[in-house]
């Protein structure tokens, strides 16, 4: 469509902005020409019909003020969605369009904008010299996600390795997209109530600053081939997703601040990146990894310093495949995997951060404050480590299909040249991880990797309370750098940062994972009531309500078609939920209903069906492994005496099956196994049975095997469809077992038409 210049009417006021030109934003593709004010009449919604944007900067030096009050709609019912939840063909994932664009033309500054409802708030391309200033995006496009409060949603995980196609824009979108720019400005944008924040793709020598990208699902602040940029005195806090404390902790690559692909010589400077899947989620790129380049290798040169990076359901700071990092005096607490994770980097500089109680939620060895895969002339110095798991743990094994890629042979230098110096290791007897065995530095060899040569560890302090603590045998050599030995000489910028030592930023947000509470929108902003699914099963629907931290507001719901009850929690102290309970009324094989929950003038619908069967069980400790002799396994069942229950629902997490069924009699938390037969009276049609399972699990419907998934996995879905002919009991046979750590097993029936 050719350009088309909207009449403007000039009003002469008062000096500054108010000179400007003013123009009335009624309808979609207004070309903006000259610098003006833009008025939007209140209640105005206008849909980007052609995806190129419903205002288009289209000549350079412009300057847009958005006039109080005016707010570019881009979807109609926003405010209901917000206050009842979309409606069926609805949500959030429906949003199309772009707000403002800029494309191909220097010096715009947008002013004041406010943006709703849009897939891209602001899609900037070419647009050197581009400035945003004072901006509020909110109610964007996110994913609809599919984890539950008891188990994981494979769908849900983030592709952030491609982006050279824009993948990240036609799959993800973002408030503010810049794109093949230089010398851009952002400061003080705020976005809400979508998944991506701020993307800088190739763009080069800007800064980002006093800006709040925060309670996302995604990433708030995402980097592609983006150097010389400064990040600073900003938060991107809560931008995560796939996190249930206590249960799983994945953060499915959502993050504060992502960084991919040869990001290099950026400044990351007093920022807040607490509670987002990954604080900072760096890694060098599949050039590293798969190229032979000349230069750097990796995201590189890059400075971390003054962040706080707490509270991440994985890392507080990944860097992979990359070199010559610096992380200086950044604030480390209680991150569930650890604090630094950094798989084949080098001649990466750790000084004076703090590390407090990371690695809650290990996976095997990989825990703690820092840990480094293959790395090499890295130099880890005058930190303090506070009740961590693991102080600092460098390890390698044989990855025979990594290591033979071209670009990691080309940038590997195997596990040499590491200094652990001058760093203090304490153990307090108050530390929060129970009865387990402290470490402060462990080199673990799981495999034969070329190039080894132990680190130099010296001159640490090391201090404990009443509990164990242990230095791994083997940790390097214990002496303090051998005589005329030169240590690598400082960075001038970095020794100027160290000696300047910005201030990390303040928290207003509460410590502790536990607050970290996703819904199928994206991650809870203490501001607005949520609800999300916690259980489903044959005998009880269980749905938790966070209200408003403040609220005084007291919940309620009603029910039509079964039994509710709505319970507080003890004493409304910090973040737990109310529950809301929902059971089918006796004598009903098959039901369904429907319900409303109410938080002052928010409302969710529920809805759900039951379909009750009559099982028995019989559970006990094996000591036949079932994946070795199946029919050993069985046969212990048959010592046992059988249990008869309404429901398999066993949420055993990482307890016992007396813990969630006290009948069931079987307190050990590994190694048991449950063999149940059932029948139910089903309706002749069409019907679908439902498993979640943690480990292994097989189904058959008149005594044909539909599900099976005979192995060790974590929560999984599984399901499966089967006919029923005509009235009668339909039989069902079951097989579980459990062999180490998390575990669940929970059935249920629904029609499949």
Same mark, same amino acid.
């Given at each position: 469509?050719?350009?088309?210049?909207?009449?403007?009417?000039?009003?002469?006021?008062?000096?500054?902005?108010?000179?400007?030109?003013?123009?009335?934003?009624?309808?979609?593709?207004?070309?903006?020409?000259?610098?003006?004010?833009?008025?939007?009449?209140?209640?105005?919604?206008?849909?980007?019909?052609?995806?190129?944007?419903?205002?288009?900067?289209?000549?350079?030096?412009?300057?847009?003020?958005?006039?109080?009050?005016?707010?570019?709609?881009?979807?109609?019912?926003?405010?209901?969605?917000?206050?009842?939840?979309?409606?069926?063909?609805?949500?959030?994932?429906?949003?199309?369009?772009?707000?403002?664009?800029?494309?191909?033309?220097?010096?715009?500054?947008?002013?004041?904008?406010?943006?709703?409802?849009?897939?891209?708030?602001?899609?900037?391309?070419?647009?050197?010299?581009?400035?945003?200033?004072?901006?509020?995006?909110?109610?964007?496009?996110?994913?609809?996600?599919?984890?539950?409060?008891?188990?994981?949603?494979?769908?849900?995980?983030?592709?952030?390795?491609?982006?050279?196609?824009?993948?990240?824009?036609?799959?993800?979108?973002?408030?503010?997209?810049?794109?093949?720019?230089?010398?851009?400005?952002?400061?003080?944008?705020?976005?809400?109530?979508?998944?991506?924040?701020?993307?800088?793709?190739?763009?080069?020598?800007?800064?980002?600053?006093?800006?709040?990208?925060?309670?996302?699902?995604?990433?708030?602040?995402?980097?592609?081939?983006?150097?010389?940029?400064?990040?600073?005195?900003? *938060?991107?806090?809560?931008?995560?997703?796939?996190?249930?404390?206590?249960?799983?902790?994945?953060?499915?690559?959502?993050?504060?601040?992502?960084?991919?692909?040869?990001?290099?010589?950026?400044?990351?400077?007093?920022?807040?990146?607490?509670?987002?899947?990954?604080?900072?989620?760096?890694?060098?790129?599949?050039?590293?990894?798969?190229?032979?380049?000349?230069?750097?290798?990796?995201?590189?040169?890059? *400075?971390?310093?003054?962040?706080?990076?707490?509270?991440?359901?994985?890392?507080?700071?990944?860097?992979?495949?990359?070199?010559?990092?610096?992380?200086?005096?950044?604030?480390?607490?209680?991150?569930?995997?650890?604090?630094?994770?950094?798989?084949?980097?080098?001649?990466?500089?750790?000084?004076?951060?703090?590390?407090?109680?990371?690695?809650?939620?290990?996976?095997?060895?990989?825990?703690?404050?820092?840990?480094?895969?293959?790395?090499?002339?890295?130099?880890?110095?005058?930190?303090?480590?506070?009740?961590?798991?693991?102080? #600092?743990?460098?390890?390698?094994?044989?990855?025979?299909?990594?290591?033979?890629?071209?670009? #990691?042979?080309?940038?590997?230098?195997?596990?040499?040249?590491?200094?652990?110096?001058?760093?203090?290791?304490?153990?307090?007897?108050?530390?929060?991880?129970?009865?387990?065995?402290? #470490?402060?530095?462990?080199?673990?060899?799981?495999?034969?990797?070329?190039?080894?040569?132990?680190?130099?560890?010296?001159?640490?302090?090391?201090?404990?309370?009443?509990?164990?603590?242990?230095?791994?045998?083997?940790?390097?050599?214990?002496?303090?750098?051998?005589?005329?030995?030169?240590?690598?000489?400082?960075?001038?910028?970095?020794?100027?940062?160290?000696?300047?030592?910005?201030?990390?930023?303040?928290?207003?947000?509460?410590?502790?994972?536990?607050?970290?509470?996703?819904?199928?929108?994206?991650?809870?902003?203490?501001?607005?009531?949520?609800?999300?699914?916690?259980?489903?099963?044959?005998?009880?629907?269980?749905?938790?309500?966070?209200?408003?931290?403040?609220?005084?507001?007291?919940?309620?719901?009603?029910?039509?078609?079964?039994?509710?009850?709505?319970?507080?929690?003890?004493?409304?102290?910090?973040?737990?939920?109310?529950?809301?309970?929902?059971?089918?009324?006796?004598?009903?094989?098959?039901?369904?209903?429907?319900?409303?929950?109410?938080?002052?003038?928010?409302?969710?619908?529920?809805?759900?069906?039951?379909?009750?069967?009559?099982?028995?069980?019989?559970?006990?400790?094996?000591?036949?492994?079932?994946?070795?002799?199946?029919?050993?396994?069985?046969?212990?069942?048959?010592?046992?005496?059988?249990?008869?229950?309404?429901?398999?629902?066993?949420?055993?997490?990482?307890?016992?099956?007396?813990?969630?069924?006290?009948?069931?009699?079987?307190?050990?938390?590994?190694?048991?196994?449950?063999?149940?037969?059932?029948?139910?009276?089903?309706?002749?049609?069409?019907?679908?049975?439902?498993?979640?399972?943690?480990?292994?699990?097989?189904?058959?419907?008149?005594?044909?095997?539909?599900?099976?998934?005979?192995?060790?996995?974590?929560?999984?879905?599984?399901?499966?469809?089967?006919?029923?002919?005509?009235?009668?009991?339909? *039989?069902?046979?079951?097989?579980?077992?459990?062999?180490?750590?998390?575990?669940?097993?929970?059935?249920?029936?629904?029609?499949?038409?």
């Amino acid at each position: 469509m050719p350009a088309c210049p909207v009449l403007v009417l000039f009003l002469m006021l008062q000096p500054g902005e108010n000179r400007l030109p003013l123009i009335t934003v009624d309808r979609d593709d207004i070309f903006i020409t000259e610098s003006c004010r833009v008025f939007i009449p209140p209640g105005t919604v206008i849909t980007d019909d052609e995806n190129d944007g419903v205002i288009q900067i289209a000549a350079d030096g412009v300057r847009l003020v958005f006039e109080p009050g005016s707010v570019l709609i881009g979807r109609e019912g926003l405010d209901r969605w917000l206050r009842e939840g979309p409606a069926a063909g609805e949500g959030w994932d429906t949003l199309t369009g772009t707000g403002i664009a800029v494309d191909g033309h220097e010096g715009v500054a947008i002013v004041n904008a406010s943006v709703r409802g849009f897939r891209v708030g602001v899609l900037a391309r070419e647009a050197d010299g581009l400035r945003i200033e004072n901006a509020t995006l909110t109610d964007l496009w996110r994913q609809r996600l599919t984890s539950t409060a008891t188990r994981e949603g494979a769908d849900d995980w983030l592709w952030p390795h491609k982006n050279d196609d824009n993948e990240w824009l036609t799959n993800y979108g973002a408030a503010v997209w810049v794109e093949d720019s230089e010398k851009v400005s952002l400061r003080a944008v705020t976005v809400r109530r979508g998944q991506n924040g701020i993307v800088l793709d190739a763009t080069n020598g800007s800064s980002v600053s006093e800006c709040d990208a925060s309670f996302l699902s995604g990433w708030g602040l995402a980097m592609w081939r983006a150097s010389d940029n400064e990040i600073k005195d900003n *938060r991107f806090d809560f931008c995560v997703r796939g996190h249930v404390e206590g249960v799983y902790n994945r953060g499915q690559d959502s993050a504060g601040i992502l960084m991919f692909e040869a990001c290099r010589d950026n400044r990351i400077i007093s920022n807040s990146a607490t509670h987002s899947g990954d604080g900072i989620f760096g890694f060098g790129g599949n050039d590293a990894i798969e190229l032979v380049q000349d230069g750097p290798w990796g995201n590189a040169g890059n *400075r971390f310093v003054s962040n706080d990076l707490s509270f991440a359901p994985a890392h507080g700071l990944e860097m992979t495949f990359s070199e010559q990092n610096y992380i200086g005096n950044n604030l480390f607490e209680s991150n569930a995997i650890c604090g630094i994770w950094g798989g084949y980097s080098r001649r990466t500089t750790i000084s004076e951060n703090t590390f407090i109680a990371n690695g809650g939620m290990a996976y095997g060895r990989e825990r703690g404050a820092i840990n480094i895969e293959h790395g090499s002339g890295n130099i880890i110095t005058r930190n303090r480590f506070t009740n961590n798991k693991v102080g #600092v743990r460098l390890w390698w094994d044989f990855d025979a299909a990594l290591l033979s890629k071209p670009g #990691v042979q080309a940038g590997y230098r195997g596990v040499q040249d590491n200094e652990i110096d001058r760093n203090h290791f304490v153990m307090q007897s108050d530390h929060p991880f129970g009865q387990a065995v402290m #470490v402060g530095v462990e080199i673990d060899d799981i495999g034969e990797a070329p190039g080894y040569d132990g680190p130099r560890v010296g001159s640490n302090v090391f201090e404990r309370s009443q509990n164990s603590w242990e230095i791994e045998e083997g940790a390097g050599v214990p002496v303090i750098f051998p005589k005329g030995q030169l240590r690598p000489k400082k960075d001038p910028e970095i020794q100027a940062l160290s000696y300047m030592i910005p201030p990390r930023p303040d928290r207003i947000h509460p410590s502790g994972r536990e607050w970290i509470v996703v819904d199928d929108w994206g991650p809870w902003d203490f501001e607005t009531p949520l609800l999300r699914e916690h259980s489903r099963s044959s005998n009880a629907d269980t749905f938790e309500l966070y209200p408003p931290r403040r609220s005084t507001h007291e919940p309620s719901v009603t029910i039509d078609g079964a039994d509710a009850e709505l319970l507080p929690p003890a004493g409304l102290e910090g973040w737990r939920p109310w529950l809301v309970r929902v059971t089918p009324r006796d004598g009903q094989a098959v039901s369904a209903y429907t319900g409303t929950v109410r938080c002052g003038n928010w409302t969710r619908p529920i809805a759900g069906r039951f379909v009750r069967a009559a099982w028995s069980v019989r559970v006990w400790s094996w000591t036949s492994d079932p994946l070795e002799d199946l029919d050993a396994w069985r046969a212990e069942a048959g010592s046992v005496g059988p249990i008869e229950t309404g429901s398999l629902d066993l949420p055993f997490g990482y307890a016992g099956p007396s813990s969630v069924q006290p009948a069931l009699k079987i307190d050990a938390r590994d190694r048991f196994g449950l063999i149940a037969e059932g029948s139910i009276d089903l309706p002749p049609g069409r019907w679908r049975v439902r498993t979640r399972s943690d480990d292994g699990i097989r189904v058959a419907i008149n005594d044909e095997l539909l599900i099976e998934r005979w192995d060790i996995h974590g929560p999984t879905e599984d399901a499966a469809e089967f006919e029923v002919a005509e009235a009668g009991p339909t *039989r069902i046979g079951l097989e579980y077992f459990e062999n180490a750590g998390y575990a669940t097993l929970s059935v249920w029936f629904e029609p499949a038409d």
